[in-house]
Structures are given as C-alpha cells and as structure tokens.
C-alpha cells in the first residue's frame, strides 16, 4: 500500500473510470439536478459525503462478517474448521443496500439536531441518494481491494484505507462530472436549441459528448 | 446447504433487528421539538416562496414571524383572511394593510430603435449592449423579463410589446419591479389610480422626439395639483401616493397624456386608457 498506489486508485476512480461518465452510474441525479450549479454542487458534496461514509461502513460489515476467512467474526465466535462456511458473499447486495439506507438516516438526523443551517443546504440532497447506484457501485467495487492476489495479502487497514480513497475519489469524480454538466446546461438554457430537442434530449446528447472526450483517458492506467 | 440459510438468515435477521432498534434510538435521542406555530403559520402562508419578504421562502419567514417581532404584512401576497388566522395564531392585533400592486410606468408607442438587437431575448442582457436599444434610455424594452419572473403569471406581455398587470393576479410582490433593468415597475398602494405612465428622465425635447405619451417636464401637472403631491424632477413628474387625492386634476392638463388614470377603467389597465387615449 504505497502512495503511489493509493494515488492510482484517487485518479482512476476520479478521471479515468469516472462514475458517471465512464460507468454511466448515477445519471438519475446527473440528470435530475444538474439544471444550475449551485444545486449541482450541493448534490455533489452530498454524494462525497455519502461515499466516504458507506465506503467505511460496508468495508467493515465486509471484512468482519461476510467473508469467510479468519478474521469473520461469526467464524470467530461459533469456531469450527473451515471458515468458508462462514462466505456470505452473496449477501453483498442487498446488506451493503441495508447498510448505506440506515447509516444516511442516521447522519441526517444528527444533521438536523446539531446543524439546521448545513441540513438546509444539503438535506433534502441526501434522502435521494441513499439507494444511488453510484454509491452500492463504490461499495461493491471497494470489494476488489479485500481479495487476495499474488502480489500482496490484504489486511483490514490497508482495504479500509483504499475503500476511503476510492470513496473520496468517486465522489469528487461525481462533483467534477455534475459540476461540468450544470455549466453546459446553464449555457443551453441560452441557446437556440431545435424544439424536439429542448430540455432533456439536448442534456443527453451533450452528456454523450462529454462522455467521449473523457474516453481520451483509457488505458492512462 | 442447510448452514448456509442458517447464516444468512441470522446475519440478516440481526443487522435488521440491530439497525430498526439502533434508528429508532437515534430518532428519540436526535429528536427536534419545532414549534406548532410554524407549521400552522406555513400552512396558511401562500407558499409561493417568492421571496419578496426578504426571507429564503415561507418557511423561513414563518419562523421569524412566530420567533421575531416581524408583521404579518411583510408578507405583500397573503390574502387578509389568512394573515387574521395568523395574527391570532401569534396573539397579536392585526393592522390592515392595503393591497398594492405594480405599475408600468412606460406606455411607449413605437419607439424608434437605435439599433438592431439579435441578442439573448432578456432585458438585463439587452440593456448590456450600448445601454439598451431603444432611443429612450428610461424607457421599456419590451423583452418581457418581468412577465418571466412574475411568481403569479401576473404581467403578460401585450400585442402593444408592453407588459401588463392582471390587477386580480398581482399581488406586489415586486419581484418584476426589482428585475426591471430600467426601474420602471413601481410598487403602488391599490386605491392610487393616478400614476405617472413614463420614466423619461430625458428633456422635453428629446422626450418629444422620440415619444407621444413621454412626460416632457412641463410642471403643468404640479401647479394643478390640489393637494401638492406632485414634483417635478430630472424632467420627469412624480406623484407622493401619501399624499394623492385621486382627483384627477393632474390627467386633465398633461399635454401628452402621460398622466393616466385607471379608476375609470379598472381591471383593464393600459389597454383600455390607451384606447380612449386615440380617441380623445
């Protein structure tokens, strides 16, 4: 786990394999609030948010109770000899789901309790991301870091720490993308665009294109 | 096999379990008391978060009005049935305030323009090329970013390329009046049908030049006015709405007819005054 590596993951998860424009995960609120950049921003932040934190969390509920190795805890507690027993990777789905919902009603309401001023700018942003794509697509691509290859055995740390980093840096990735798509919008809503093609038709086609100019990172990793 | 199910099942029984007692916990420990009041007051309040009180929307403004020493008239759009259910929901007396309404203060016919505009279709960008392209530089562009912004689709734009107040609709908010790049949307108290219909501060000459219905600065209106509510100033007559008695004095001089009075024809507005105005 060098810094080198941990920067590979920030600027892969960011540029290269953005979540929007080179997953296309996300694009309800791609779409959705990306009509000015104020609001696109604040979904953005949201989203960083919500990233870091369920990058964390599964990444924990991951390595302690649904893979089957020695540190699983249930493995632990009720012994036996083989702790694939204890493989719950089919689970992935629908606890990191669980997990993501609960922990975002959480932090709203301690948002709501201990800061009224930042629950307004950013609150009625998070109910809508707590079942996006983008965000189980971070939390189940984070897996990869818990899988043991040749080069290197994982430990909790070092999948904790990448988890963080590719929370970080899908998020940022996300702003980034919704940031440059609320400016081009604002610039359409001034343009003489063909009728059939106003509004969201001429968002999608604008998207694609970004789309394309963002493939010119492939294979930089 | 059987394990399996077994595992799974408990993971997911107990994170559920664990997770349903953990926010339930969390919603009584993090709970926030709000005021009855406010709730009450957002309801009744008219919701269009206009923004004319000044406040980010209604809920702001109904929490400063259950929290704060602020009037229920601050609020210009709520109708008077609802602001007696809040004054009582807040105890306190209500002072009735009157209606008031916006004004176009331009009634150009066809000013001749000083150039051609093929720009973006606002005033606030029109007025951004070469001070705007009308030969009047007081007067309305007729781009229609007021009717754009009216909350209350209150002004609509008329064949005659001016904007026109629904006096059922408007409720002053003043959102067009701030809007208007050439400030030439006022705010007046209902009952005033006496309005100063320019804001040419250009000289008589000059306003002769380029307008029929432009006020030239003659101070005839001042010296017929009874209660002296009328000045004259920067060429351009302004009527004290304090001070006004409705009289009328002030049309029958005006040698352009820039004076207009809308008691006779209200609910119409310009369109009618301006068609009595060809006849007369």
Known sequence: ?221 | MLTTVIISLSILGVLGVLFGLGLAYASKKFSVETDPRVDRICELLPNANCGACGFAGCNAFAEQLVHGSLDVNTCKVCASEAKSVISSVLGKELVNQEREIAVIHCMRETIPARFEYNGIQDCRSALLVNGGFTTCQYGCLGLGTCATVCPFEALYMGEDGLPHVVDEKCTGCGNCAKVCPRGMITIAPMSRDVHILCNSKHDGKYTIGCCNHGCIGCKRCEKACPAGAIAVKDFLACIDYTKCVVCGACVDVCPTGAIGDYSLFRGKQSAKWRSGLAAK
């Not at chain 1, 012994?79 to 990191?96: C, H, N, R």
């Not at chain 1, 707590?130 to 984070?142: D, K, R, S, Y």
């Not at chain 1, 998207?207 to 493939?215: E, G, Q, T």
Request: with cysteine.
């Open chain 1, 1 to 221: 786990m060098s810094f080198v590596e941990l920067f590979t993951i920030f600027f892969g998860v960011m540029l290269i394999n953005n979540f929007i424009l080179s997953k296309f995960l996300g694009l309800c609120p791609f779409f959705g609030v990306s009509k000015n950049t104020k609001d696109a921003v604040s979904m953005g932040v949201a989203v960083i948010f919500v990233m870091i934190m369920a990058s964390v969390a599964t990444c924990a509920i991951n390595w302690y109770f649904l893979m089957g190795h020695q540190s699983n805890l249930l493995f632990q507690v009720f012994g036996g000899t083989d702790p694939s027993t204890f493989d719950m990777a089919f689970l992935k789905t629908i606890v990191y789901i669980l997990v993501i919902a609960v922990l975002v009603q959480f932090v709203e309401m301690i948002i709501i309790k201990t800061s009224p001023a930042l629950y307004r700018a950013m609150g009625i942003y998070l109910p809508l991301i707590t079942t996006n794509c983008a965000i189980l697509g971070v939390a189940l691509l984070n897996d990869d870091f818990a899988k043991s290859s040749a080069s290197m055995e994982p430990t909790f740390l070092s999948y904790l720490v990448k988890s963080l980093v590719q929370g970080v840096g899908g998020g940022l990735g996300f702003t980034m993308a919704m940031l440059l798509m609320s400016g081009v919008r604002e610039r359409l809503e001034y343009t003489p665009v063909p009728v059939p093609l106003r509004g969201i038709p001429i968002a999608f086609f604008s998207a694609s294109i970004m789309s394309i100019s963002f493939l010119g990172f492939t294979g930089m990793m």
